[in-house]
């Protein structure tokens, strides 16, 4: 028998979450103000009891091996974007250069704006996970995010966190800004993990 999807290109349906809707725009959604962040003074900080494993900034960043990802995007307000190509580096090759051991299994990823939101190590050590600054072959605008924002493209977007500077190892999973409010501690679109 022949199915749907036989010859590998998956239907376009079978790639839109349920409940999600395809959307071919790009919508900016922020819980804040957009900050003014010069490359030049970006920095990530990982940290673990209040302590900094490592630092790195702009120019070392750069440096590293990038990825280029293309990604179906899922926003919990239920657009769904498909095939953004998102450059950037893998958190795993980031931890590897910084000689970064995780020294947990959660983390709290971090703004410069104070935004939080909690990603299991699992899943910030993806193969897809990459700490990005490019969107399209051209650096990340400031309202999407940039200079650098998280990817996080197999969880809802709240997930991706915009003016991406910090990642901090938890003990124990720990809801962030919009985990606060209800949104779900995972957050997988094909799940349906919206709110908790
Ligand atoms: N710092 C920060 N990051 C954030 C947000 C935010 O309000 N502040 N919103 C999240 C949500 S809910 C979504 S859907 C996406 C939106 O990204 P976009 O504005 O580039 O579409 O960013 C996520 N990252
Ligand atoms: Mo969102």
């Given at each position: ?65 990038s990825s280029l990802i293309t ?14 190509n998102w450059k950037g ?108």
């Amino acid at each position: 028998m022949v199915t749907r999807g036989f010859f590998g290109k998956k239907d376009k349906n079978d790639r839109v979450p349920p409940g999600q809707y395809l959307e071919n725009r790009f919508p900016v959604l922020s819980a804040e103000p957009t900050p003014k962040i010069n490359l030049e003074d970006w920095n990530l900080s990982i940290i673990y009891n209040n302590e900094t494993l490592a630092e790195i900034n702009w120019d070392t960043l750069k440096s590293l091996p990038s990825s280029l990802i293309t990604k179906d995007i899922h926003c919990v307000t239920r657009w769904t974007k498909f095939d953004m190509n998102w450059k950037g580096v893998k958190i795993s090759t980031l931890f590897e250069n910084l000689k970064v051991k995780p020294p947990t299994d959660w983390t709290m990823i971090g703004s410069f704006t104070g935004y939080t939101t909690n990603v299991p190590l699992v899943d910030l050590i993806m193969e897809h996970t990459i700490i990005s600054y490019s969107y399209e072959d051209e650096p990340i605008s400031a309202e999407h995010g940039g200079p650098i924002r998280l990817i996080v493209p197999h969880l809802y977007f709240w997930k991706s966190a915009k003016w991406f500077d910090k990642i901090t190892f938890l003990d124990k999973d720990t809801p962030g800004f919009w985990e606060n409010y209800g949104y779900h501690m995972y957050g997988d679109p094909w799940k349906e993990q919206r709110y908790s």
